[in-house]
């Protein structure tokens, strides 16, 4: 095997695929789900996303060229406003670690929906990177999905989960069930 391939067919890889394909995979059906179970299904996604990307490998680049986005603006979209409806009143967060904070004396508000679609974009860019099945592409996208993570969604990711955290467990239960029979109805 080349170091490419080494890379591309590791262990850690192979199991950083899987879980950000069910995350992908799951959000794309988060239409047909209770703001209830998608928030408990979430706090279990994420961190093991969180994890798998920490052990992607690290190399250098075997081609020049960039990587094909497969997310139309079109479809993060849909997504974001999906999750929005699904979420509700409680799709919105302060948070503080935010580079305007720098500057600021407030936190700045936060949208779930808009954090988990934009690492929806990177991890289903990168699924579909992957499903190309060239092993240069395939290669290139682990560490692209590698550097967005050190740099971009790693941090958005707990962030989300902080937000997550006081909705399942700092939501009145009556809440919650309101919720539930609303999006029965639908």
């Known amino acids: 095997m080349t170091n490419n391939e080494d890379i591309v067919f590791s262990r850690n890889t192979v199991e950083f695929v899987t879980v950000a394909a069910e995350y992908c995979a799951y959000l794309e059906r988060s239409n047909e789900l209770s703001r209830k179970e998608f928030v408990e299904t979430m706090l279990k996604l994420l961190p093991l996303l969180y ?23 079109e479809s993060y979209e ?23 904070m720098r500057y600021s ?32 592409t395939m290669h ?13 969604w790693g941090q958005t990711l707990v962030n989300t989960l902080r937000a997550l955290h006081e909705i399942e467990y700092n ?16």
Do not use: W
């Open 140 to 152: 290139d996208a682990v560490l692209q999905c590698r550097e967005h993570f050190c740099r971009y």
């Open 51 to 73: 994890i798998k990307a920490q052990m992607l490998p690290n190399d250098e680049p075997v081609s020049d060229d960039s990587l094909e986005d497969f997310v139309t603006e």
């Open 171 to 186: 939501t009145p239960e009556e809440e919650n069930e309101e919720q539930d029979y609303t999006n029965d109805e639908i």
């Open 105 to 136: 004396d407030t936190p700045v508000t936060k949208h779930i929906s808009e954090d988990l679609s934009d690492i929806y974009q990177d991890t289903k860019n990168f699924i579909c990177q992957f499903q190309l099945g060239i092993n240069e």
């Open 78 to 100: 849909v997504l974001r406003i999906t999750l929005s409806e699904l979420l509700g009143s409680r799709d919105a967060y302060l948070d503080v670690f935010v580079d305007e």
